[in-house]
């Protein structure tokens, strides 16, 4: 009970409807913090967003019906102050800023290996105070009398007079339309300034598409800065200089551009002084690479595994002229179970987003000799499936007496009288192979012996 208790005070729950699902977690990430369901969120503007949802269903609902989320909404809106009593904006119902910001169906997650489905988005950079929550629903975009564009639609009233069947239609409507809600995540965004008594100086940062840009990030573009003064005393005169990378200081006018386009890390020292005696000073770090990564495989570009062995990943080497690669991304499937030819793709990009050109690796599964080619390529299954394991000797009991089966697959007779069991009385020698009617039973009898607009939920 205590733990339920500390949970509701967290705001770590959700809601849902016709057991659609039974676990949810999601968290946002952010300049080395993160903020998780019900929680708060505090970053410094112009840091990259990073959303990890991870929920799962159960296979059955309380109503014995299969259940199956057809898509979840990350819904946004904007954290302003505080309204006054009494206001048009105090008594409004709903949030003018609130949208569905993504959109996520099945082609959008994964499975991990606890049975959560798992999804991961870059919302961008922060620019404004906002909440994000989610919403989910086992009901299409547009179904007759339950969604609109994936909208959820006023449930019809059920006005039947027989209590029975009146009951009856309503519980078969809510377990035909399900959704779930989660507590929000609020986000909390700091300028990037510097306060000094009664002097603030603040800089926006911007990359060439136009995007806020978070100070010490990497990046493969330009850099523009932008700084202004603010004074807390009227009729107050404030200059501010630039020193860039340790060169000479440098008048800077309030609010002009500067423009950092060259490789490396940099340092924009910003510093302001009043004519009350007032000093503040404002460190920018800009850090651009431009330089795609190099990546280089482990091993052979083309490798050849037996059917039943197991494929083993020698993976990739990467490296960065600035020294910030980030991991091998490696996506594909290889089936040794099943002879045929596989491709496995590596990926790699630096911190900055540079990418370096995909590499692939053939992986030929081919079957063992003697054996014949089985399957096909589907592109399923484990990179590292089982090790094998060695195939046992076969026994048969045959009048009492054995049969066993030799690993090359003969058929070893221990006694000549049991020629007559296999039709082979005109000559009885020590193997009988499997094109023989001895091996042909042996071989069926290993066979068998194998095994709101976005409101909260509605009634």
């Known amino acids: 009970m205590q733990a339920v208790l500390d949970g509701m005070r967290s705001g770590k729950s959700f809601s849902v409807f016709g057991d659609l699902i039974n676990a949810l977690d999601y968290t946002i990430a952010g300049g080395g913090s993160k903020g998780e369901m019900g929680g708060d969120l505090q970053v410094k503007e112009g840091e990259q967003l990073q959303l990890t949802i991870r929920f799962k269903s159960p296979l059955k609902n309380a109503n014995n019906d299969p259940v199956q989320v057809d898509h979840v909404d990350l819904i946004s ?13 105090y008594n409004k119902d709903t949030n003018d800023s609130t949208k569905v910001l993504k959109r996520f169906t099945s082609q959008d997650w994964t499975t991990d290996a606890d049975g959560y489905n798992v999804i991961n988005y ?14 989910g629903t086992n009901l299409g975009l547009n179904v007759d009398g339950e969604t609109s564009n994936g909208e959820p639609l006023a449930d019809p009233k059920t006005d039947n007079e027989d209590n029975e069947t009146r009951f009856t239609e309503i519980n078969k409507r809510n377990f035909k339309d399900l959704w779930f809600y989660s ?48 004074v807390y005393v009227p009729d107050t005169t404030v200059s501010i200089n630039l020193t860039q990378d340790g060169n000479a200081s440098q008048p800077y006018v309030s609010k002009s551009d500067i423009m950092v386009s060259q490789e490396g890390q940099h340092t924009l020292l910003f510093q302001a002084s009043d004519t009350n005696g007032n000093m503040s000073s404002l460190p920018l770090k ?12 482990k091993g052979n570009t083309s490798v050849t595994v037996t059917a039943g062995d197991a494929y083993t990943e020698q993976g990739a080497d990467a490296t960065d002229t600035l020294g910030v690669a980030d991991k091998v991304i490696i996506t594909g499937t290889v089936d040794t179970k099943t002879v045929g030819t596989y491709t496995l793709h ?4 630096d911190l900055a987003g540079n990418a370096a050109p995909e590499i692939v690796r053939t992986v030929n599964v081919v079957a063992r000799d003697g054996e014949s080619n089985r399957g096909s390529n589907t592109g399923t299954g484990p990179i590292s499936p089982p090790a094998p394991t060695a195939a046992p000797a076969v026994e048969i009991n045959v009048d009492a007496k054995k049969v066993r089966r030799k690993p090359q697959r003969c058929i070893e007779i221990q006694d000549s009288s049991e020629c007559a069991a296999f039709g082979r009385q005109d000559s009885c020698r020590d193997f009988a192979c499997e094109s023989s009617s001895v091996g042909r039973k042996t071989a069926s009898t290993e066979s068998s012996n194998r095994v709101d607009q976005f409101g909260w939920p509605h009634f």
């Open 77 to 89: 809106g904007d954290v302003t102050g505080k309204t006054v009593p009494g206001t048009d904006a």
């Open 122 to 135: 870059n919302v961008g950079a922060a620019s404004k105070n906002q909440y994000f929550r989610l919403r």
């Open 183 to 230: 507590n929000p995540i609020f986000v909390s965004v700091k300028p990037n300034c510097a306060d000094s008594n009664l002097l603030r100086l603040c800089g926006k940062l911007t990359t060439a598409d136009g995007e806020l840009y978070a100070p010490n990030a990497w990046t493969n573009q330009n850099v523009t800065t932008s700084v202004y003064a603010s």
């Open 286 to 297: 800009v850090n651009i690479d431009k330089t795609p990564p190099v990546m280089k495989l």
């Open 346 to 349: 590596y990926n790699l990009r």
